[in-house]
């Protein structure tokens, strides 16, 4: 079946139609080589030579004969005509973005008759906008009102249509999709290019607590404390978490009817009173950019109670104590009660909510173990303290700084009482030793000891004093048989001489008492060597010597 120049269809038999067949596929094989020769040589810029065949049959009735006709076209790519587009182009859901196109003529040029966009998307395409000379621009629904061509020109009444770049507002995610720029030309037929387009979308970031009270626990179970929720995102978001607290976390990924990802990580740990307070960051990475937000857990616990005040140097007659309960809780605590677990409460001790104030002085009946109970909305804790009263205070123990200030004024005070009492009964002493001093000529070096002649106006017996030791030849063993016991110096004062005549007797010093004879009286003689041996003897009133160092004390 073939269409003959008149434009009516004929059928052929078989065979006529495989004799017709050989024959053009013969023909053709010769011919196309000598197209060539016929050709000029193709100019340096060209970078290919594009060759068509057309075969048309002409078919008469009256002649029964067959022609063939070959159509050649040239083409070459330095006068051929080009869209140019971006390879892609993205932006985010609700902004705006240009898809730009622009036709490359040939030379010479040829018409445009026509720029068509369309959406290329699950094989199909949907016209997007429409650019014709004659009958001006249209854009078609649903982009009517977001899609426009940028170039005026393209616009105007003769309008330019080598530049019909169009833009995008408001994206929509169901914007992403390849679209093509197509060109009609006349007559080189149509061109056209394409171009991706991708849309974000930006996720809502949302951090929060599990709940907006926590309550700490006894046990070391983990529980949920925070979640942090990346929703409606493209692509899906990465949540990691900032923080200097013991826990961990777990993520979940869902995908969204309209293509976007909600990423839900949540933070598990064990609520405590260490971690009240405590900060908490998530950081979510989205397409190269990072947000951060944080929180700040409220934990609620038990009080933590402690008793202050107690030194442990209660004594007796001491003022101005106190025991404060100290309570650290969350929610605060809202009823302290007091206890005396030896009885009740002693009637000089008031009670002011957490405070326990003494009146008066510290006594006995003080003593005891105080215990305080805080109570708040989770729950009820105690401490205590034994106080003890002593009868003096505690030394070394530490005192307050108000304290020290006071116990130092007083020691500085009594100090110096104590160093004036010192001082004026020295200055009595040293007066009245001073009128019972002998007042004689202190040059006088030794007295004799018990001397009759020694006269208590301080006069000097007419013979020289004495040593300090007055030996006699005599051994202990004669005198025991003489005497019938040994005999001191002072027992035999008497024996002194009282004349002249026996101040006559030879005197000697100790190392020559050896020389006495037995029975015979030996004195010590006055030697001038023993000098400084009594240079710190002083006479007495009631006749006695002393040393200067016994008669100043």
């Known amino acids: 079946m073939f269409t003959g120049m008149t434009g009516r269809t004929f059928i052929l038999p078989k065979a006529v139609m495989l004799s017709m067949t050989e024959t053009w596929k013969k023909e053709a094989q010769v011919s196309l080589p000598t197209l060539s020769h016929l050709l000029p040589p193709p100019p340096s810029q060209y970078h290919f030579l594009s060759l068509s065949l057309s075969l048309s049959l002409s078919f008469s009735l009256l002649s029964l004969s067959l022609s063939l006709s070959l159509s050649l076209s040239l083409s070459l790519s330095g006068y051929s005509q080009m869209v140019q587009v971006d390879e892609s182009r993205s932006g985010y859901a609700g902004s705006q973005v240009d898809l730009g196109c622009q036709f490359v003529n040939s030379d010479p040029p040829v018409k445009i008759s026509q720029v068509t966009w369309q959406k290329f998307i699950n094989g199909s395409k949907q016209n997007v906008a429409i650019a014709n000379p004659a009958l001006g621009v249209s854009v078609l629904p649903p982009f009517k009102e977001r899609v426009r061509f940028k170039n005026p020109a393209v616009r105007r009444t003769t309008p330019s249509l080598e530049d019909t770049t169009i833009t995008f507002s408001n994206l929509r995610l169901t914007d992403e999709a390849a679209y093509i720029c197509e060109y009609t030309t006349f007559p080189a037929g149509n061109r056209e290019n394409t171009v991706n387009l991708t849309v974000y979308a930006r996720p809502m970031i949302q951090m929060s607590l599990s709940t907006p009270a926590i309550v700490a626990v006894q046990t070391n179970q983990k529980m949920t404390v925070a979640t942090c929720v990346s929703a409606n995102g493209k692509p899906p978001g990465v949540i990691s978490w900032d923080t200097g607290l013991d826990g961990e976390s777990s993520s979940q990924e869902i995908r969204n009817p309209d293509g976007t990802f909600t990423v839900r990580s949540d933070y598990m740990m064990v609520p405590t009173r260490q971690t009240h307070k405590k900060k908490l960051t998530c950081i979510t990475t989205f397409h190269n950019e990072r947000y951060s937000d944080s929180v700040t857990l409220n934990i609620q616990y038990e009080p933590d109670v402690t008793i202050e005040g107690y030194d442990g140097n209660w004594y007796l007659n001491r003022e101005s104590v106190q025991l404060v309960c100290q309570a650290d809780a969350n929610p605060p605590v809202s009823l302290f009660q007091w206890r005396f677990l030896n009885g009740s409460i002693p009637d000089k001790v008031e009670v002011r909510d957490n405070i326990l104030l ?97 006269r208590k106006g301080g006069s000097l017996p007419p013979y020289p004093p004495l040593p300090q030791v007055l030996i006699c030849p005599e051994d202990e063993d004669k005198k025991t048989e003489m005497y019938g016991r040994p005999i001191s110096l002072t027992e035999n004062i008497h024996e002194l001489p009282d004349s002249a005549d026996q101040m006559n007797r030879t005197f000697s010093v100790e190392s020559e008492v050896e020389g006495c004879g037995y029975g015979e009286q030996c004195f010590a003689f006055y030697d001038e060597t023993e000098l400084e041996m009594s240079v710190d003897m002083v006479p007495q009133t009631d006749g006695s010597v002393i040393s200067k160092e016994e008669w100043y004390v």
């Open 358 to 454: 003494f009146k008066g002085a510290v006594t006995y009946d003080l003593a005891g173990t105080y215990l305080c109970d805080a109570t708040n909305s989770i729950g009820t804790r105690s401490a205590s303290v034994e106080v003890n009263v002593t009868e003096f205070p505690l030394f070394p123990h530490e005192i307050s700084q108000g304290h020290q200030g006071l116990g130092t004024a007083i020691g500085m005070v009594a100090l110096g009482g104590s160093l004036l009492v010192v001082a004026v009964t020295l200055l009595a002493v040293l007066f009245h030793r001073r009128q019972r001093t002998f007042k004689g000529d202190y040059s006088t070096k030794k007295h004799v000891l018990g001397s009759s002649s020694y």
